[in-house]
Nanobody, 122 residues
Framework: QVQLVESGGGLVQAGGSLRLSCVAS????????MAWFRQTPGKERDFVAS????????YYADSVKGRFTISRPNAKNTVYLQMNSLKPEDTAVYYC???????????????WGQGTQVTVSS
């Protein structure tokens, strides 16, 4: 059974940092492209960042470029999202996802976690 479990969310002041983790079981993450999406109530799930299976290429939404970093250490079945210089508009539930190619749309991903809440106060 495939499971992706996110953690690391919480409440942080604007300008602060958080690191989200996504731990996989039932699949080997290094065989998959991985991504982070986020969603606020009543809105669509938006692309945040992705990384290809070899970890050579990373992609970011314009709104987070230069502030967020996606990474996947070879020795761990985990993907991270380091979030710096957080803004109130980054407040959302963050989801990790696994798929074949690191495209910025939800249709490209086969497996999803349950999400972790990130709240940035002003």
């Amino acid at each position: 059974q495939v499971q992706l479990v996110e953690s690391g969310g919480g409440l942080v002041q604007a300008g602060g940092s958080l690191r989200l983790s996504c731990v996989a079981s039932g699949l080997t993450l290094r065989s998959y492209a991985m991504a982070w999406f986020r969603q606020t109530p009543g809105k669509e799930r938006d692309f945040v960042a992705s990384i290809n299976w070899s970890s050579v290429s990373t992609y970011y939404a314009d709104s987070v470029k230069g502030r967020f970093t996606i990474s996947r250490p070879n020795a761990k079945n985990t993907v991270y999202l380091q979030m710096n210089s957080l803004k109130p508009e980054d407040t959302a539930v963050y989801y990790c996802a696994a798929g074949v190619v690191p495209i910025p749309t939800i249709s490209g991903y086969d497996y999803w976690g349950q999400g972790t809440q990130v709240t940035v106060s002003s």
